[in-house]
């Protein structure tokens, strides 16, 4: 990907009209494209939603997932990641 594109997929995907009823496609560079094997194995996909979940909670608390957590802005999670890992650069 050249330099210059940055998130033209992205907005692309998120602005194009003809795309507004279209889910659950993976696109690179503008195109729609085949996921990797990887990406369509269940099991390592499920291992690493567990991954993230566990992360999560590690970083946040039992109440991470909760629907009245008091983390309502995302920027403030990365906050907390950066405060217990200062060697963390977060921009």
Excluded: H, R
């Excluded at 795309?19 to 195109?31: E, K, P, Q």
């Excluded at 369509?40 to 499920?46: I, L």
């Excluded at 991470?64 to 963390?88: C, G, H, M, R, W």
């Amino acid at each position: 990907m050249l330099q210059q594109q940055g998130a033209a997929t992205t907005v692309y995907v998120a602005t194009f009209p003809e795309l507004a009823d279209v889910g659950g496609m993976y696109f690179n560079n503008c195109w729609v494209c085949e996921p990797s094997p990887l990406a369509k194995d269940t099991e390592f996909c499920e291992k690493v939603y567990q991954l993230g979940e566990q992360t999560i909670l590690s970083k946040m608390g039992a109440d991470a997932f909760e629907t009245d957590s008091p983390i309502k802005d995302p920027a403030l999670l990365f906050d907390k990641v950066s405060a217990d890992n200062p060697s963390t650069n977060v921009v």
